[in-house]
């Protein structure tokens, strides 16, 4: 092999030896983490329609309901509390969709501390969060996308 | 012979699906072979004594259409267990072979000599390094197409910049108007389809059901022959 290789994105420009390597690691897929369970649903043609369903059927925070409350960014205490019930909704479940729902309560909770108040509500590191938070808004419906990408800025100090 | 007697349907791999489907299958079959494969089997030749039977494309070529017209190619490759991109360098070694001889008898001065083909290196490493080469290619049409087709072509624009030109995404975003964070995540979305594409197409090279051996293994293998 040349140390170059011609680009096939048709810009002429070619690719390194460094670059191709580089490339062919974005291949691995690492260990696979909880959260990824969530993301492959949220990845799914009918994500939207799921979330939504998911959001409903998550129990409530007293009064306050979950979804409205983590998109409009409640108090940090709320926003615990909610990441507290997807705990025990993951602990308990039954089956895989309350699992998965579950996963999403949590992580969103978590999103939208960082996101609306620039706060830490878990023992995860920022720097642990930040990836996690970039896969999810690459694959969520639009409104939670933008929380995600503003909790994934805020969690790498760009925010 | 009967679709279904050339490739059991106990293995299923990408190519044995395609082969059992119709022509369309196998045509699907040999555009990915000449896709992928043309280039590493290039090295290889470019790296044999053999360089002298001619242009390095054309005896690629000449090789496709030899091989792959014949119905049990792929049900002889899969029968063998081998990563299809070493029985390609195996069968294109007999064809290179073939190809002497036939040069030999059309020069009736010159003997007809077998000898075996010399290699200058380690031909493994060579076709291994240049098929890293061709899958990252590949992977990176596919990907291009996939969200050019899905109307994201910013999204393929931020992975090319970051990942092909080493920009950062605050750089990225500006030509795009978007803000860093937002850039990171199209490029996120991005390497998701690269990945997702990238794996499979490694995984069409193994003659095992379900790719073989773990993706990640194979990747960590061939990341090592780069080295």
Request: charged content about 30%; glycine content about 8%; aromatic content about 6%.
């Amino acid at each position: 092999m040349n140390n170059s290789t011609p680009n096939p994105s048709g810009s002429g420009a070619e690719l390194e030896a460094g670059t191709i390597t580089r490339l062919f690691r974005l291949g691995l897929s690492g260990p696979r983490r909880p959260v990824d369970a969530l993301i492959d649903r949220l990845g799914a043609p009918d994500s939207e329609a799921w979330l939504e369903r998911a959001m409903e059927r998550a129990p409530r925070v007293g009064e306050i309901e979950p979804a409205g409350a983590m998109l409009r960014g409640a108090d940090a205490d709320t926003l615990s509390r909610i990441k507290n019930t997807g705990k025990k909704l993951l602990a308990e479940a039954g089956t895989e969709d309350h699992r998965l729902t579950g996963l999403a309560l949590y992580f969103f909770a978590v999103v939208s501390a960082l996101a609306h108040h620039d706060t830490l509500i878990c023992s995860r590191t920022r720097e642990e969060l930040h990836p996690v938070l970039l896969d999810l808004a690459a694959v969520c419906p639009a409104r939670w996308a933008e929380l995600c990408t503003k909790g994934a800025a805020n969690a790498s100090g760009a925010g | 012979m009967a679709k279904e007697d050339l490739f059991p349907a106990t293995r299923s791999t990408w190519i044995g699906d395609q082969l059992r489907r119709d022509d369309t299958g196998r045509a699907e079959v040999n555009r990915h072979v000449m896709t992928v494969y043309a280039l590493p089997l290039r090295a290889y030749f470019l790296g044999t004594s053999e360089r002298w039977l001619g242009d390095a494309d054309d005896i690629v070529q000449g090789f496709f259409a030899d091989r792959l017209a014949r119905d049990d190619f792929f049900a002889a490759w899969q029968q063998s267990g081998m990563p299809l991109r070493r029985w390609l360098m195996n069968a294109f070694c007999f064809y290179l072979k073939e190809q002497r001889r036939r040069h030999r008898r059309d020069n009736r001065g010159s003997a007809l000599g077998d000898d075996p083909i010399a290699f200058c290196g380690d031909p493994d490493r060579a076709i291994d390094r240049a098929f890293v080469a061709s899958l990252v290619q590949r992977a990176m049409d596919l990907t291009r197409e996939g969200c050019e087709k899905d109307g994201m072509d910013d999204h393929w624009r931020v992975f090319e910049e970051h990942h092909c030109r080493a920009r950062p995404y605050a750089d990225i975003a500006t030509d795009l108007g978007v803000d860093a964070a937002r850039a990171a995540v199209m490029a996120r979305t991005a390497t998701r389809r690269f990945r997702m594409t990238l794996r499979e197409l490694l995984a069409r090279d193994s003659a095992a059901a379900e790719g073989g051996e773990d993706i990640d293994d194979q990747i960590r293998a061939l990341v090592e022959a780069l080295a």
